[in-house]
C-alpha cells in the first residue's frame, strides 16, 4: 500500500526564517510527486510535479527536490502570506491515476 | 479560463436526507477524480470518472455513495441516507490526461454538514 508522510505536522517561523518540510513515501514504482498549498476554506492549489531523482523546481520562494524516498520543499526568507498547509501527494504504479496523500504541513509565518 | 467549479460550497442536510454536489471540470479537462477530507485527516481518493464512464470506483463506500459524469452537465457525487459521519469536505479535480501523471487541479470543495 503506497504510503506518504509529512513531517513536521505544524511549523511556526519568523518572516525570513528559511526552512524546510519534508515528505516521505513508500510507493510501487513513482510515476509522480505533487506538491499543493491549500489555505482554510479552499482547495488544493497545484505547486509542482516531480518526476524523478534529482529533479528540483522552483517558483518564488519556493523550491521542491526530490530523492528515491522523499521530497523536500524549501521555503527561503518567507513571508506572512506564504502560511498555508503544504500538502504532498504521489502517483505511483503502472496506469495510475489516483493520487494518495499526506496530511500536510502546517506553516504559520509570524511578521 | 474558469477553474474547476464546484457547487454548492456549503451544503447542510439532516440524517436520512440525500446530498447531490456537482462538479464542472476545467475547459479542456475530461478527467474527474472526487476526493473526501475528513477532519484531521488527509485528503482520500474516492471516484475516477470519464465522460459517461466509471473507471475507477475504489475508494467509494460500497453503500449510500454513488458518482456519474454524464455526456452532457456536469459529475455528479450523490450520497444517500446521509449519516453524521458523511460530514466532510468533497472536492473534485481533473486533469487533461488520466495516467502517467497528470497534474489533477481542484475545485473549491463542497462543505457537508449532517445534522
Known amino acids: 500500500e503506497d504510503q506518504v508522510t509529512q513531517s513536521p505536522e505544524a511549523l511556526r517561523l519568523q518572516e525570513g526564517e528559511s526552512s524546510s518540510l519534508n515528505c516521505s513515501y513508500t510507493?510501487?514504482?513513482?510515476?509522480?510527486l505533487f506538491w499543493y498549498r491549500q489555505d482554510p476554506g479552499k482547495g488544493p492549489e497545484f505547486l509542482f510535479t516531480l518526476y524523478s531523482a534529482g529533479e528540483e523546481k522552483e517558483k518564488e520562494r519556493l523550491k521542491a527536490t526530490l530523492t528515491k524516498k522523499e521530497s523536500f520543499l524549501h521555503i527561503t526568507a518567507p513571508k506572512p502570506e506564504d502560511s498555508a498547509t503544504y500538502l504532498c501527494a504521489v502517483q505511483a504504479g503502472a496506469g495510475s491515476y489516483q493520487l494518495t496523500f499526506g496530511k500536510g504541513t502546517k506553516l504559520s509565518v509570524i511578521p | 479560463n474558469a477553474g474547476v467549479m464546484q457547487n454548492p460550497r456549503h451544503l447542510v442536510r439532516r440524517r436520512g436526507q440525500e446530498a447531490r454536489l456537482r462538479c464542472s471540470p476545467m475547459?479542456?479537462?475530461?478527467?474527474v477524480y472526487w476526493y473526501r477530507q475528513l477532519p484531521e485527516e488527509g485528503l482520500k481518493f474516492m471516484v475516477y470518472?470519464?465522460?459517461?464512464?466509471?473507471?475507477?470506483e475504489s475508494g467509494m463506500p460500497k453503500e449510500r455513495f454513488s458518482a456519474e459524469f454524464p455526456k452532457e452537465g456536469p459529475s455528479i457525487l450523490r450520497i444517500q441516507q446521509v449519516v453524521r459521519g458523511d460530514s466532510a469536505a468533497y472536492f473534485c479535480?481533473?486533469?487533461?490526461?488520466?495516467?502517467?501523471?497528470?497534474?489533477?487541479?481542484f475545485g473549491p470543495g463542497t462543505r457537508l454538514t449532517v445534522t
Open positions: 479535480a481533473s486533469s487533461v490526461t488520466g495516467t502517467g501523471g497528470g497534474e489533477q487541479y
Open positions: 475547459k479542456g479537462h475530461s478527467h
Open positions: 470518472l470519464q465522460k459517461e464512464n466509471i473507471i475507477d
Open positions: 510507493v510501487s514504482g513513482l510515476r509522480g
